[in-house]
């Protein structure tokens, strides 16, 4: 299977070698792409895994200084491009295993419930001596609840078809 077809179609099947090549390309590209933007570190932060949803999870937050206009779209279209690969890499694991994408669905939404509930933080005490409260709990939450639901993908059997994956 090629990388973009990979990476970009959500049509079709992966089994599992396919799919956890295709997680582990999806994190060497953002980790090569974040050397490259040595001059844009908040650039280079949205491209790693984990660091670019703490990045969003802080924009929900409040305003971030510093930022202009083209870097917060730039921004933004990274984190885009992300999620839509790292959506057809499950489609398609799902597919492979014969089953429908509802458990993504319910993925999605629960991350993004979790995103609103952490913007929607309010200070208290417990804030003022540990100001990033509400972003760590949903930073690890979310990266725990991703990590085991990507587990059970890559780990689970494929149905037996008689077409080959891709």
């Not at 299977?1 to 090549?21: I, N």
């Not at 995103?115 to 417990?126: F, K, M, Q, T």
Request: aromatic share 6%; charged share 15%; hydrophobic share 55%.
């Amino acid at each position: 299977m090629r990388w973009l077809r990979l990476f970009f179609d959500p049509t079709g099947r992966v089994g599992r070698q396919a799919f956890v090549l295709g997680l582990l390309g999806m994190l060497g590209l953002s980790i090569a792409a974040a050397a490259l933007l040595k001059g844009a570190p908040t650039l280079a932060l949205a491209l790693v895994p984990i660091v670019g949803e703490l990045a969003v999870t802080a924009l929900l937050h409040g305003p971030v200084q510093g930022l202009d206009t083209p870097t917060m779209i730039a921004f933004g279209l990274i984190l885009v491009v992300r999620a839509y690969v790292l959506v057809c890499l499950c489609i398609k694991r799902l597919r492979d295993q014969g089953r429908t994408s509802d458990g993504l669905v319910v993925m999605v939404v629960v991350t993004l419930l979790v995103h609103v509930a952490a913007g929607a933080w309010r200070p208290n005490d417990l804030d003022q001596v540990l100001p990033f409260v509400g972003l760590a709990l949903d930073v690890l939450g979310l990266s725990v609840l991703w990590a085991a639901f990507l587990i059970l993908l890559a780990h689970a059997p494929s149905r037996r078809s008689g077409t080959a994956p891709g």
